[in-house]
């Protein structure tokens, strides 16, 4: 299990938790580090899940923002006095398991006092509290780790940074030929040089997905053109009219029996070809309607696949676009 827990109220610091996971998660690895105790499966007892989490830790981690003492239920009640309140039963695990508990403080917020925690958390107040400010950033959360690496010895020196953030870094030094920087002294000119490299491949990265997706979009459009099934318009043959044959012992202008039946054998005869191909036509019009209904689905399923793909690619863009943003971050503190 995590040695490291991270207690945090969403509705009152998720950005600063998020960061300052993100940075213990690069340093001791994602293995070591927990988070997120609201994600428990139906069914389960939370009691026992935060017993069990909190339990295996070594170190708690108390984010505690400007609205974390404060915060209401839908109830009206301060979410701090509910004894089934998610962050109160995991710091108040902590303190009964004697785990060390360290308070960080962000967004400029004040440490409570005894008196504004109820009886289960008091001792809270009593613990020396870490200030993480923008500012300083960096610095704080060094702060903060040397404190983690005092408690847990056997993670002090760990380093698990992001595979995909060292790659990126990685590559981009490679290609620009930039020097990594020194701990000693840096200069504004590497500064500047490792500023237009990561830049540059943030444009690079940013811009290649929806360059591969048009291509991949026209590519599909034209193969779907020449695909598209081919409807032969039929004409329907119009009758011929049979000749009645010679009736024997009728000459030109007989007008006997037997000439008669002729003429209503005929008469039968067209009126029984006329419904065949009237017939033909209309199942010529029912396949025609049959096959737009098939390209009509076609269609759409084809748009829902574009619409499918160009989502995820979005998505790629902006999971870059964080892993870029939290570079640049580094490299300017």
């Excluded at 811009?207 to 004409?235: M, N, Y």
């Excluded at 006329?274 to 049959?290: H, L, P, R, T």
Aim: glycine share 6%; charged share 35%; net charge positive.
């Amino acid at each position: 299990m995590a040695k490291i827990f991270v207690s945090y109220r969403r509705k009152d610091s998720p950005g600063q938790s998020g960061r300052l996971y993100d940075h213990l998660v690069a340093h001791f690895g994602e293995q070591q580090v927990f988070r997120d105790i609201e994600a428990i499966a139906p069914g389960v007892d939370f009691v026992d899940a935060i017993q069990e989490a909190v339990g295996s830790c070594d170190v708690l981690v108390a984010v505690i923002g400007r609205e974390w003492l404060t915060i209401r239920g839908e109830d009206g009640q301060r979410r701090l006095d509910n004894p089934k309140d998610f962050v109160r039963l995991e710091i108040a695990e902590a303190l009964a398991r004697d785990i060390r508990v360290i308070p960080v403080l962000v967004a400029n917020a004040t440490m409570p006092s005894a008196g504004e925690l109820p009886p289960d958390l008091v001792t809270l107040a009593r613990r020396n509290a870490i200030e993480i400010d923008d500012a300083r950033f960096r610095t704080d959360i060094d702060r903060l780790i040397h404190s983690i690496q005092q408690v847990v010895p056997e993670l002090h020196g760990v380093q698990a940074r992001a595979p995909a953030e060292a790659t990126f870094v990685a590559a981009s030094r490679a290609q620009l030929r930039v020097p990594p920087p020194s701990p000693a002294k840096r200069s504004h000119k590497g500064v500047i040089v490792g500023l237009l490299g990561v830049l540059l491949a943030l444009a690079a990265l940013v811009l290649r997905p929806q360059l591969v997706v048009g291509i991949r979009e026209v590519a599909r459009d034209t193969t779907a053109q020449f695909k598209k099934p081919v409807v032969k318009k039929s004409v329907a043959k119009k009758p011929v009219a049979k000749k009645p044959d010679p009736v024997p012992g009728t000459g030109a202008g007989g007008s006997g029996t037997a000439g008669q039946e002729a003429r209503a054998n005929s008469l039968a005869e067209k009126k029984e070809e006329a419904k065949k191909a009237e017939e033909a036509k209309k199942a010529e019009e029912a396949k025609k309607a049959e096959e737009a209904k098939r390209a009509e689905e076609a269609k759409r399923a084809e748009e829902a696949k574009k619409a499918e793909e160009a989502k995820r690619a979005e998505e790629a863009r902006r999971a870059k676009e964080e892993i870029l943003k939290e570079v640049l971050k580094e490299i300017i503190h």
